[in-house]
Structures are given as C-alpha cells and as structure tokens.
C-alpha cells in the first residue's frame, strides 16, 4: 500500500486526506496545533463557544461528496442547519436587506431599494449562472498545471470578461449603489476585493442560491470534528500537536518528513495543506527548488488580514440575524485604504457573527455568543502593533460601533471577549504576513497563476488549501482538494 503525508488539517488538509484514505492510500495527517480546522479552529470561554473563522457553509455538496466516497452520510456524522435569511445587510442610515434564494422575498427587497433594477438583477442572475457553471462547476476541482491548460479556459473567461471585476460587472447591470454592494460584497469572503476581484466570483452569488447558506449544529468546529471522525473511521491516522518541522528530498524526490518532535515518517508523497510560502521557505530549507519558489512567491499579492473580536454577553438578541454585513459610510474607498494605500482607516465594514440565533447551545442558557470581524490590511502594509496599543483601540471602536448600532448596553452585558489580530494569524497558522486568505484572488494569480496542486519540479509533492487552486473559502479549498486529490490517485497508480 503507498503512502502519503499531508501536513496540516485545515479544511483542504482534511478533505485530502478523506480523499486519499478512500482511495486507498495510507494517509498520515499531521497538525501542528493542538486542534485540528487551521482558520476552522475555536475556543470555549466561560461556557461559550467561538469558532476562529468560516462561519457561512456553502455548497453543502462538496462536503457530502467526502462521505459518499466510501458510501456514507455526511448527516450520520454532522447536522447541517438552514440559515435564513442568508444575510442582513444593514447601512449607518438604518436600511436593512434580507438577501436570501427565496426569490420573492428578494424581488421585494431589490424592489425596495430601486424597482427600476430588477430588469438588471435578472441580467445579472443569468452571468452570475454562466461564471458558476463554466467557473466553478467545470474548473473549480480540476488542477491547472500548465498554460495549455488556462487557454482551453480561456473562451469561457473572455465571455465573462474576466478582466472586469466583479463590482464592475455588478455596476453594468444594475444602478443603485447600495444593491451594487449587495451583489459585490462576495468577494470579501475569500480575501478579494470587489473592486479587484474578477467577475467570475459573481458564481458565489448562484453557489448560495443553488446550495443555500448553512450552518453546523455546534458550529464550525463540529464540522471539522466530523471529517477527522470520518478520517480515523476509514483508517487514516491523524497526528496532533507535533508540526512538520521539515519536509525532506533527495534530487527532485520528496521521501519523508520530519516531526519537530522528532518523527521521521518516509512516504511515497507529501501534500501539504500550510501556508504556501512558509511551504517553500521554512520547511524546505535544503532545497534548492524551494527556496526559489518561495522568493517566487513572496513577490506576490496576498489577501488583506482581519481583526476579529470575539465576545460572549448576557441576553438574547432574536432580533439580530445569524449574518450580518455592516457597512460603513465608503464603500470603494474604504476597500482602496485597504488593499492599496494599506491604512487602518477611521471608518470600516463589518461582518457581524450571531450563531446563537440559529444554535442556543453555543452560550449558556440566557447568553449569546457573538464575534465582529474588520477586514484590516495584511503586516506587510501595516505593521502594528496588534497585540497591543492598536488591537486594543480598535476593539474599542469595534465595540463602540455595535453598541451604536445594535446593542446599546452592550459594554455592561459582556461576561468574556478577545480577539485576534493579523499577528495571531501569522503566529498560529504561520501565514505569510499574518494574511487571512493567502494569496490575493487577482485574475493574474488565478488558475495556472496561482500555486499549482503538483509542484512543477519535485512530482511528489503536493499543494492544498487557500493558496492552491482554486482559491480560499470552504468550498474553494474543498475543491482544491479533489483537483489534488485526483493528481496524486492517478500518480499513486
Ligand atoms: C475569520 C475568517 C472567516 C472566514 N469565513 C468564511 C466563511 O464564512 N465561509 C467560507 O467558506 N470561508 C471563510 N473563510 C475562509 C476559509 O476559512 C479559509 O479559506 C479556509 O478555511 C482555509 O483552509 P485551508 O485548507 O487553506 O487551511 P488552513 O485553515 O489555512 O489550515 C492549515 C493548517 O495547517 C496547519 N499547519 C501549518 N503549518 C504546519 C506544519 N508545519 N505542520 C503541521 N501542520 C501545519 C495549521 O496549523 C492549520 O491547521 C474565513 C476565514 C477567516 C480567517
């Protein structure tokens, strides 16, 4: 039986390893921390439950696919629990809309911003259709690992005219500012501007109509709980606490790794699932191949960071939906101090987090958990000092801006709260700096251009997660994982 390694059980790690172990593979994953979910991990403070990151669970889909591989149900291991509506978006001047794929109810919504853009959202459903289908359904879980490869793309992307980002595309088919935000705000999930991003990432938006918008009973970590359950039940071992300290070569083979506890563990194949410079850089440090790719890619663009603040407080707050987009007064300017002039501005957008509304089990009884997370720039372009004077400000104001907006007496309620800053996203997950998506999804870093799920010099290593193809989010990574995981079932042959 061959085997193979993969370092780090974020969710592409662990959708890898599933895919592998079902292949009949011998896997070993490997995870540093002392949880598994990389972004997916989460902690419990004085009886509450704050999962670190992805809080939205699209395309339930791809996550089933994992279990069916080896004829299970994802249901017997994890519930899935509908969201609606899938968002609140909500502006300082108190207007408020409920996106959700029931289709009247956004009609009425649209309609009560512009009714003159309805003609335009059904224009821009149809290319939001075209991108998913030729995007994400046809390329989403298939490796590009040579130019060949993006010009057999490439009809599809001039009909999506993948040069125009997505709040352009948006802008051409519908007039009213704040539904333009409605339609564009997306991209910000997977670490894009929408300024920037291309319009193919208009897909996201028929990604939750199709698949809807839901949530683990439990929340995230339960859901990584399950695919490491899953994992074990097919036979994989799973490594926890000990991190890859290096992944070892000879010439242009990989042949094992070495634990920083001191494992040594030979195998046919390494794929790993962490931060794709630190990959390269840090853990390859004797070859030659990999020190190149990594100064390769540290002149690459990388996805801003966040500042995310979690708190627990007394009360429950039905009203709040379970998703909530905050915007601030600026929309393009706020998003340009972000990714270009890499500024912490006095203004921000925010995405407030409520799981208790969907699951009371997360607080004790009468509570509710709650965290608030700003897209901030990355520490290459702002290199505060997060742990201290700046993270403290800025949670000040955080919390200044939801007691303004929505729970006046916030500050008397609180019974815990913390957070975490581009520095801890840099320290726990060794992020490239201390980014919260990886590399920024710019058409120039997409598909052929972004990290290749093969390495183009050594044949047995492998590349998974945010970093790869296709991109970052849940279903992204999951993607990346079949087009990874199929790569090395057919090389394993
Ligand atoms: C705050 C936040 C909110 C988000 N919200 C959403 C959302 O609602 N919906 C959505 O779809 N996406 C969301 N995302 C994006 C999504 O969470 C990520 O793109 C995705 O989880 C990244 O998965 P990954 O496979 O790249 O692995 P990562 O999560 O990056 O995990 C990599 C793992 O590798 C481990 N590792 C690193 N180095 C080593 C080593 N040397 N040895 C062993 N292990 C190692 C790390 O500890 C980590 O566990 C969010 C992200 C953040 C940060």
Redesign the pocket.
């Known amino acids: 039986m061959k085997r193979a390694v993969v370092?780090?059980?974020?969710?592409?790690?662990?959708?890898l390893a599933i895919r592998l172990q079902s292949g009949g593979i011998e896997t070993v994953l490997?995870?540093?921390?002392d949880k598994?979910?990389?972004?997916?991990?989460y902690w419990e403070r004085d009886g509450f439950t704050f999962d670190?990151?992805?809080?939205?669970?699209?395309d339930p889909d791809c996550l089933q696919q994992l279990w069916a591989l080896s004829g299970r149900d994802m249901a017997d291991d994890i519930e899935l629990m509908p969201v609606k509506p899938f968002y609140r978006l909500n502006w300082p001047d108190g207007t408020n809309f409920d996106y959700s794929n029931d289709e009247v109810e956004l009609r009425q919504e649209i309609a009560k911003l512009d009714p003159g853009d309805l003609e335009g959202y059904n224009k821009f459903v149809d290319y939001a259709t075209y991108v998913y289908n030729e995007g994400y359904k046809k390329l989403g879980t298939v490796a590009f690992l040579d130019f060949k490869s993006m010009i057999t793309a490439s009809p599809a992307l001039a009909k999506a005219q993948a040069w125009r980002s997505v709040y352009s595309m948006v802008s051409s088919f519908v007039k009213n500012e704040k539904l333009r935000e409605v339609l564009s705000f997306h991209t910000l999930?997977?670490?894009g501007s929408p300024m920037k991003t291309p319009g193919i990432y208009a897909l996201i938006h028929k990604l939750e109509k199709e698949g809807g918008v839901w949530f683990a009973r439990g929340g995230t970590n339960k859901l990584i709980k399950a695919m490491v359950t899953h994992f074990e039940r097919l036979g994989g071992q799973f490594i926890l606490n000990?991190?890859?300290?290096e992944i070892e070569t000879s010439g242009d083979r990989v042949t094992g790794v070495r634990?920083r506890s001191g494992l040594q563990i030979e195998t046919d194949a390494v794929a790993s699932?962490?931060?794709v410079v630190?990959?390269y850089r840090d853990?390859m440090p004797n070859s030659s191949r990999g020190q190149r790719a990594a100064r390769s890619l540290e002149k690459k663009k990388y996805s801003p960071s966040?500042f995310?603040v979690h708190f627990g407080i007394r009360g429950t707050w039905p009203g709040i939906p379970h998703h909530m987009i905050m915007f601030g007064p600026r929309y393009a300017g706020l998003l340009k101090d972000i990714y270009e002039h890499g500024v912490l501005s006095e203004d921000f957008s925010l995405y407030l987090h409520h799981p208790t509304v969907t699951d009371p089990s997360m607080a004790p009884e009468g509570c509710s958990s709650f965290y608030v997370?700003c897209p901030v720039p990355h520490m290459g372009q702002f290199p505060a000092d997060w742990d201290g004077h700046v993270g403290e400000m800025l949670k000040e104001r955080i919390l200044d801006e939801i007691q303004k907006r929505f729970i006046p007496d916030i500050r008397s309620r609180i019974v815990t709260e913390f957070f975490?800053a581009p520095t801890d996203?840099k320290r726990?997950?060794?992020?490239h700096l201390g980014s919260?998506?990886?590399l920024e999804p710019v058409l120039t870093q997409s598909a052929w251009f972004r990290v290749h799920n093969r390495d183009d010099a050594i044949d047995n290593l492998y590349f998974?997660?945010?970093?790869t193809h296709p991109g970052?989010?849940?279903?992204?990574?999951v993607g990346?994982a079949k087009a990874t995981a199929t790569l090395m079932l057919e090389d394993m042959r």
């Open positions: 370092v780090g059980a974020g969710f592409g790690g662990l959708a490997i995870e540093a921390r598994p979910g990389g972004r997916g991990y670190a990151g992805p809080t939205v669970i699209t999930l997977v670490g000990d991190g890859v300290a634990t699932n962490a931060d630190n990959t853990l966040l995310v997370l975490y996203f726990d997950l060794n992020a919260a998506f990886s998974v997660g945010a970093g970052a989010g849940i279903p992204g990574v990346s």
